[in-house]
C-alpha cells in the first residue's frame, strides 16, 4: 500500500512539475499582411493581461505566454486576430486589411478619418522619410516630399528659415505660408529651429478647401499637420538611441575666379589696382588667397537623441532627450541645442474617456552673423568669401587700428578678418508647446472634446562691437577712445489656442452621419524690450556684460545711450461646424462651415464666413469593378473658401491698426511745429478670400504594386490688400485697401511603383517614385489705369514678373552693350521709360517636385531622393560683380574678362572694358535661367537581423551613411542653385556628409 501511494504522488508529481512547465513558455512568429509582407509594428498581448510587445521591422515578435492563453494580434488598418496558445511554439498570424479603416489614418483637421472615407486632398509624410536627416529644421527635409509643396532656403545658416509655398502664391503683401499645427498647437512658422525633428512621427498636408477651409481665416495658404511619437498600449520599455555625426561643406560654383597672377595682369593692362606698379618678375611671385576657403570651413554636425517609450493598459508615455551641435560653413555660425519631449495618454477602464499630454521644452543658441546679402565691405563675410582680391594675404592683418588709414577697398577681407574676432552676435532662445487633448463618450454615439494648447517663444538677442575693433574705431571717430556699441533685445511671445468640440456619428444601416460642434479661442501677446549703449571701456568690456558702459556726459554727444520696448496683442474667435456622410463605403460626402472673428479689422467687417463641400466615389467598391486590375479607385472633388486675415506682414501682430487715423509731428509752415495726418484709417478692411476647387484621383493597381494619385486644383484670391492711390489733398497718395485678385491653377501628381516586391524575408525590393507638380499664379486685377504695377506685375501676366529692357549681347564694331528697344530694334542706347518691357519670367517656379530609387536586401537598404525645380529665372548679381570692369583694382574679377572686347577679339559675349555704356542700364543681361536638377538626399546602410539582435539583447541595430545636396545639374553658376532669392553675396547652403548609429533595446 505504501509502494502503491508512493508512486501516485511521484506521478501527480510529474504532473504538476509538467503543469507548473507549461505555464510559462516563450511564443515567437511572424505577422504578414495577406501578401505576405510583414507588419511591423504591430502588437501582440496576451489577453487579459498587461504582458505585450510590438513585431520588430521584418515583422517578427517573441512574448512569453501560457500554454491555454490566447494572443490578440492588432495593427492600424487590418483586421484584429485572436489565436489560443497551445502546444505550439510557433504562431505565425496574417492580418486581413480592414476595408472599413483602409490602410491609415487621415488627419482632415480638428478630427480624423480613414484613407477610404477620405474625399480631401491630402498627403502625410511619415517619420520613416523625416528621421534620420541631419537637417536642423524639418521643414528642410520635406522639400520635395509632397507634391505642391514648394520649400526653398536661401541660408545656409543651420536652422535658418524656409520659405515654404502651397499650390502657388495666394497674396501679393500678405502672409504666403501655410498654417503650421505641432500637436494641436498653432505655431510660428518661420522658427523651428529649436524643435528635434527626430520626435516627429508624421507630417500631413492638407491642400484643398475640403480640407482647410475648417481652418477659416487661418486655412487659405493650406495646413501642415505635425504629430510627435507617442507610446502605445501594452508595450514593454523600448529605449532607442540615436547618433549622427556629419561634415557640411561649401558646394561648388562655376565663376572662375582668377588667381593672384592674373587679377594683378589684368589690373596692369587696364591700369588701375596694385598691379599697376608691378613688375611681371612681382606678378609672378605673389601669392593667392582663395578667401572662400579661409571665411568658409569644413563645419561639424553632431546629434544625439534618446528615446524612451512603454505603455499599459490604459496609459503610455513617450520621452525624448536630444542635443544637437552644429556647426556653419560660414566662420561664427552655429546652432546649439537641448530638447526635452514628454507625451503622455491615457484612457478610462470602459474607454469612455481619453486624454492626451504632449510637452516640448527646448533650448537653443544661435550665432547668426549679420549682415549677410549686403555691400558692406566691413560687415558681410561673404562678400568677402567672394570678392576679396586674392594677392591680400590675412598675415597682412594686425590690428583694427591699423585698418582705419588709408581706407581702401582691397582691404575688404581684413576689414571682415578684425570684425571676425571683435564682434559678437548671440540669439538665446527657449520654446516651449504644449497642449492636452480629452474627449468623453457622452452617450455611444456623441463625444465631447477639448484641445488646449500653447506656444512660447522667448529669444534675447546679444549684438557687441569691440572698442578696439576697426568698425567700433571707424564710427566713433578718432576723438571717442571707448568707442564700441552694444545692444541687447529680448522678444516674448505667447499665444494660446483652445477648441471645444461635439460630435455626433451614427450609422443606420448602409448609411453612417457624422455631425460636429466647434468652439475655437486663439489669443496671442508680444512683448519686447531692448537697448543700445554707445561706448565701451576696452578694460573691463565684455560681451553682453555691462561692465564696459561708459556714461553719457555734458562734453559731447558720444554716449547717448536709447531704449526701446514694445506691447502688442492678437486675437481671433471661431465658431464652425461639420457635417459626413458615407453610404456603403461606395459614396460620400462631407462639409463645413466656420464663422471668424480678427482683431484686425473694425467692427463692421470684424466677422468673415468660410465654407467647402468635398465628395467622393469609391469606384473599386462597386460589383462591375469585381475582378478589375484596380485594387483602390476614387474619384473626389471639393469646393469652397478660406481666408488669410494677416493681409500684412508675416506674424500675428502685422498691420494692427490700419482701421485708425494716425497723425504726426514735424516742420509746418515757417518752420513751425506742426501735427499731420500720417494714415488714413480704413475701416472697410477685410479678410483676403481665396476660392478653391479641387477634383482628384487615387488609385492602387496591380495588388497595389502601383500606387498614386492626381489632382487638378484652381484657386482665386480676391480683396488683395494693396496700396490704392486716393487724392493727395491730405498730402498722402495711397490708402491700403482690399482691391485686386489673382489665380493659382495647376496639377499635382504622385507616383509609386514596386518594380521587385520580395514576398521572402529579406528579399530584393526595389521601389521608384516620383512627385510632381505644375503651378501657373496669374494676376486678374490691379488697382491702375493700365492693369499694370511694376514691381507687382500686369493683368493677365505672372505675379512679380520682370519688367526690364532686354540685352542683345556685344556690338563688334566697339565692344559696347547692345540692346533691345520696344520694338525689337538693336541699340546702345535705349530708353529706360520706353524700353522696358514684360518678360513673362518671374522667380517662382513653373515645375517642381522629386523622383527617387529605393532598395533593400537581407538588411541592406539604398534610399536616394533627386529634387527638381523648373522655370526660375533669377538675377545673378554675384557674376555681375565678378564681371564688372569698373571693380577692377579693388576687388576679384572672373576669368571672364580675359574674352572682353578687343579690337582682335570682336566676336565675343563680354563688352569692352572700357565700354562707354557698361552698368548704364538695368537689363536682362544677367537674368539668367536657374532650373536645376540636385542630388537632394541619398542614404546606404544596413540593419542587423533579429537572430543577431536576439543574440546581443538588442531590438534594433542599423548603421547608415548619408548625403544631402551631393551635386547639382543647373546652368546657374554661384554656390546654391535653391535660393529663390535676387540678393547677392547670400549664405549658401551647404552639402553634408553624415554617418549614424541606431540602437534600440
Not at 452621419?513 to 468652439?519: D, E, I, S
Not at 484657386?715 to 492711390?725: G, H, N, R, Y
Request: glycine content about 10%; proline content about 3%.
Amino acid at each position: 500500500m505504501k509502494r502503491k501511494l508512493h508512486g501516485f504522488l511521484t506521478l501527480l508529481l510529474v504532473l504538476v512539475v509538467q503543469i507548473g512547465f507549461a505555464q510559462d513558455k516563450t511564443v515567437s512568429g511572424t505577422v504578414t499582411d495577406d501578401e505576405g509582407l510583414p507588419l511591423p509594428g504591430a502588437t501582440v498581448v496576451v489577453e487579459g493581461t498587461s504582458t505585450g510587445v510590438q513585431t520588430d521591422f521584418d515583422g517578427k515578435y517573441e512574448i512569453v505566454a501560457t500554454e491555454g492563453s490566447t494572443l490578440n494580434f492588432s495593427f492600424v488598418g487590418f483586421t484584429s486576430q485572436s489565436v489560443p496558445v497551445g502546444a505550439q511554439n510557433v504562431i505565425n498570424v496574417t492580418l486581413d486589411v480592414d476595408q472599413g479603416a483602409l490602410e491609415e489614418v487621415v488627419v482632415l483637421g480638428y478630427r480624423t478619418s480613414t484613407k477610404e472615407k477620405s474625399s480631401v486632398s491630402s498627403v502625410t509624410v511619415t517619420a520613416e522619410t523625416i528621421e534620420n536627416r541631419p537637417n536642423a529644421s524639418f521643414v528642410q527635409t520635406l522639400s520635395g516630399q509632397v507634391a505642391g509643396l514648394n520649400i526653398s532656403t536661401s541660408s545656409g545658416q543651420p536652422g535658418a528659415n524656409s520659405t515654404v509655398n502651397l499650390r502657388g502664391i495666394n497674396s501679393i503683401n500678405g502672409n504666403t505660408e501655410p498654417l503650421f499645427i505641432i500637436d494641436g498647437a498653432p505655431v510660428d512658422e518661420d522658427n523651428f529651429r529649436s524643435l528635434n525633428p527626430q520626435d516627429i512621427a508624421s507630417i500631413s498636408v492638407l491642400k484643398d478647401a475640403g480640407a482647410t477651409a475648417i481652418y477659416g481665416n487661418r486655412g487659405a495658404n493650406g495646413v501642415v499637420i505635425v504629430e510627435t511619437r507617442r507610446g502605445s498600449f501594452n508595450s514593454p520599455l523600448k529605449i532607442n538611441y540615436t547618433g549622427i555625426l556629419g561634415v557640411n561643406t561649401l558646394q561648388d560654383n562655376d565663376y572662375d575666379l582668377m588667381s593672384s597672377q592674373e587679377q594683378l595682369r589684368l589690373e596692369q593692362r587696364y591700369g588701375n589696382g596694385r598691379g599697376t606698379g608691378l613688375t611681371d618678375e612681382e606678378i609672378a611671385a605673389a601669392e593667392t588667397t582663395d578667401w572662400a576657403n579661409y571665411f568658409f570651413r569644413d563645419a561639424l554636425t553632431k546629434s544625439h537623441t534618446l528615446n524612451l517609450s512603454s505603455g499599459g493598459a490604459k496609459t503610455t508615455q513617450f520621452t525624448s532627450l536630444g542635443y544637437s551641435e552644429i556647426e556653419g560653413i560660414l566662420r561664427n555660425s552655429d546652432l546649439q541645442r537641448f530638447n526635452v519631449r514628454s507625451n503622455v495618454s491615457g484612457r478610462s477602464e470602459n474607454d469612455k474617456f481619453n486624454y492626451g499630454l504632449n510637452l516640448s521644452v527646448n533650448y537653443s543658441e544661435n550665432n547668426e552673423p549679420n549682415s549677410i546679402g549686403t555691400g558692406g565691405i566691413n560687415q558681410n563675410y561673404i562678400l568677402g568669401a567672394y570678392q576679396s582680391v586674392p594677392y591680400i594675404s590675412p598675415d597682412d592683418y594686425t590690428n583694427g587700428a591699423d585698418l582705419t588709414s588709408p581706407l581702401s577697398f582691397t582691404n575688404t577681407p581684413l576689414f571682415l578678418i578684425d570684425k571676425l574676432r571683435t564682434f559678437t552676435r548671440l540669439e538665446e532662445e527657449v520654446k516651449v508647446i504644449g497642449s492636452f487633448n480629452a474627449s468623453y463618450e457622452i452617450f455611444d454615439d456623441l463625444t465631447a472634446g477639448i484641445v488646449a494648447s500653447a506656444d512660447y517663444n522667448s529669444e534675447f538677442l546679444t549684438n557687441a562691437t569691440a572698442p578696439d575693433s576697426f568698425n567700433g574705431l571707424l564710427f566713433g571717430g578718432a576723438a571717442n577712445p571707448t568707442a564700441g556699441d552694444q545692444s541687447q533685445q529680448t522678444t516674448r511671445v505667447f499665444s494660446f489656442n483652445n477648441v471645444t468640440s461635439l460630435n455626433y456619428d451614427k450609422e443606420i444601416g448602409d448609411h453612417t452621419f457624422g455631425v460636429g460642434a466647434y468652439l475655437e479661442y486663439f489669443k496671442a501677446h508680444l512683448r519686447t524690450f531692448g537697448y543700445t549703449a554707445e561706448g565701451l571701456d576696452p578694460k573691463t568690456f565684455s560681451p553682453g556684460d555691462g561692465s564696459g558702459f561708459v556714461d553719457d556726459n555734458s562734453e559731447n554727444d558720444f554716449f547717448v545711450d536709447q531704449a526701446n520696448a514694445n506691447i502688442l496683442n492678437a486675437g481671433l474667435f471661431s465658431y464652425f461646424g461639420t457635417l459626413d456622410w458615407d453610404y456603403d463605403g461606395r459614396y460620400g460626402l462631407s462639409g463645413s462651415v466656420r464663422r471668424d472673428a480678427s482683431y484686425r479689422f473694425s467692427e463692421s467687417n470684424r466677422f468673415a464666413t468660410f465654407w467647402s463641400i468635398a465628395g467622393r466615389w469609391n469606384i473599386h467598391n462597386e460589383a462591375f469593378m469585381s475582378g478589375s486590375v484596380f485594387d483602390v479607385l476614387k474619384l473626389r472633388g471639393s469646393y469652397g473658401t478660406a481666408g488669410n486675415q494677416r493681409i500684412t506682414g508675416t506674424t500675428y501682430f502685422s498691420g494692427p491698426d490700419l482701421t485708425r487715423n494716425f497723425f504726426a509731428t514735424g516742420s509746418g509752415y515757417g518752420g513751425q511745429n506742426s501735427i499731420f495726418l500720417s494714415q488714413i484709417a480704413n475701416t472697410t478692411l477685410k479678410w483676403e478670400t481665396v476660392t478653391s476647387s479641387n477634383i482628384g484621383l487615387d488609385f492602387e493597381l496591380f495588388q497595389s504594386r502601383l500606387r498614386g494619385s492626381v489632382d487638378a486644383y484652381y484657386k482665386e484670391t480676391e480683396d488683395l490688400f494693396q496700396s490704392t492711390p486716393v487724392s493727395a489733398i491730405n498730402a498722402i497718395t495711397s490708402i491700403n485697401a482690399n482691391v485686386g485678385s489673382l489665380s493659382n491653377k495647376g496639377v499635382d501628381l504622385t507616383l509609386n511603383y514596386d518594380v521587385v516586391r520580395s514576398l521572402e524575408e529579406g528579399g530584393f525590393n526595389m521601389r521608384v517614385n516620383l512627385v510632381g507638380n505644375y503651378n501657373e499664379t496669374e494676376i486678374l486685377d490691379l488697382p491702375s489705369d493700365d492693369g499694370e504695377i511694376i514691381g507687382i506685375g500686369r493683368e493677365g501676366g505672372k505675379l512679380f514678373e520682370y519688367y526690364t529692357i532686354e540685352y542683345a549681347g556685344v556690338n563688334p564694331a566697339n565692344g559696347n552693350a547692345l540692346f533691345y528697344t520696344a520694338d525689337g530694334e538693336v541699340t546702345e542706347n535705349p530708353n529706360a521709360d520706353t524700353d522696358r518691357v514684360w518678360l513673362d519670367k518671374n522667380i517662382y517656379p513653373d515645375f517642381t517636385g522629386s523622383f527617387g530609387l529605393n532598395m533593400d536586401y537581407k538588411g541592406f537598404f539604398l534610399q536616394t531622393q533627386f529634387n527638381y525645380v523648373i522655370g526660375v529665372d533669377r538675377y545673378d548679381f554675384d557674376l555681375s560683380g565678378f564681371q564688372d570692369p569698373t571693380s577692377i583694382g579693388q576687388f576679384r574679377s572672373s576669368n571672364d574678362l580675359q574674352r572682353a572686347w578687343t579690337p582682335d577679339n570682336r566676336v565675343t559675349d563680354i563688352p569692352a572694358l572700357r565700354a562707354t555704356n557698361i552698368g548704364v542700364y538695368e537689363s536682362t543681361r544677367y537674368l539668367v535661367d536657374a532650373d536645376y536638377l540636385r542630388v537632394r538626399f541619398a542614404t546606404i546602410g544596413y540593419s542587423l537581423p533579429k537572430t543577431s539582435l536576439d543574440q546581443m539583447g538588442l531590438t534594433a541595430l542599423r548603421v547608415f551613411l548619408q548625403g544631402e545636396n551631393l551635386a547639382t545639374f543647373s546652368e546657374w553658376r554661384g554656390f546654391d542653385a535653391e535660393a529663390q532669392d535676387n540678393t547677392s553675396r547670400i549664405y549658401p547652403t551647404p552639402r553634408t556628409i553624415s554617418l549614424g548609429l541606431e540602437i534600440g533595446l
